[in-house]
């Protein structure tokens, strides 16, 4: 009962976001690839759909920044409070892709994913709400997880780190 409760939901928020967009716009969204800082292991968190992986990531809303955006969908989507969570202000990578909404057929939207990198102290109980499962992964370069999304923002996280 809750499962199909939270499809609903989340269908509905799906169908209103997809409202929003018109024809020819970009669409935006933002996320964060959440690393574990302990001083033992450090860990990147995934989450998982059906079929693939995914970071905690979301449309931005109206006037709302992407850092914002990848603060507030994080929390939501993880259970994360956005305030334990620190974000390189040097890192940022974006992502740009055609993507297709149910609502509006056949035609394609360039999606501008922006992802920043976070860091916590250790790895939270998580709080699921919009994907099936999560993992927490090794950071063990080079990772070869999904080639056209995870691969190429860790990829160039792992550049990133080791130029610091």
Known sequence: MQALAHTQLYETLTLRQ???KRPGERVK???ILLMTIDKETTQFLLMRHHNRWDL????CEDGETFRQTA????????GIDSDSISLDPSFSFDLIYPVKYKRWGDQVFEKQVRYFLGKIES?????????ESAQWFDWAPPHKIQTPTIDPLLNALAQ????G
């Open 56 to 59: 905690p990531k979301g449309h």
């Open 123 to 131: 790895k939270p109980d998580l709080t699921i709400t919009e994907h």
């Open 18 to 20: 997809a409202m929003k």
């Open 29 to 31: 969204a933002a996320g």
């Open 71 to 78: 603060l507030r969908e994080t929390e939501e989507e993880t």
């Open 160 to 163: 990133y780190l080791h130029a």
